[in-house]
Nanobody, 122 residues
Framework: QVQLVESGGGLVQAGGSLRLSCAAS????????MGWFRQAPGKEREFVAA????????YYADSVKGRFTISRDNAKNTVYLQMNSLKPEDTAVYYC???????????????WGQGTQVTVSS
């Protein structure tokens, strides 16, 4: 069982930056791939970024590539999402995800956090 708690969301102007954190419980954190998804009002939950259990492999949606960076600290049981050059279309609830394998498919994710709101004003 893995419990995930996100933090770091908020309101930021376009062009600004935010860093999301996801703290995980459980001693098996380092054996899970971690990811971030987001869901805007009226839209389906979509993949943002993922990182392998070792941190050696990362994956990004085309819409955030070059602007967002996912990283993890297994000693702290925490995964991060650094978001730069934010755009109004990045506005959404951002969810942390844990799964044995990196996945871009929301329906395959084993564990979810409760979500944190990110709002980017123009």
């Amino acid at each position: 069982q893995v419990q995930l708690v996100e933090s770091g969301g908020g309101l930021v102007q376009a062009g600004g930056s935010l860093r999301l954190s996801c703290a995980a419980s459980g001693r098996t954190f380092s054996s899970y791939a971690m990811g971030w998804f987001r869901q805007a009002p009226g839209k389906e939950r979509e993949f943002v970024a993922a990182i392998s259990w070792s941190g050696g492999n990362t994956y990004y949606a085309d819409s955030v590539k070059g602007r967002f960076t996912i990283s993890r600290d297994n000693a702290k049981n925490t995964v991060y999402l650094q978001m730069n050059s934010l755009k109004p279309e990045d506005t959404a609830v951002y969810y942390c995800a844990a799964d044995p394998h990196p996945t871009k498919v929301a329906t395959l994710v084993d564990y979810w956090g409760q979500g944190t709101q990110v709002t980017v004003s123009s």
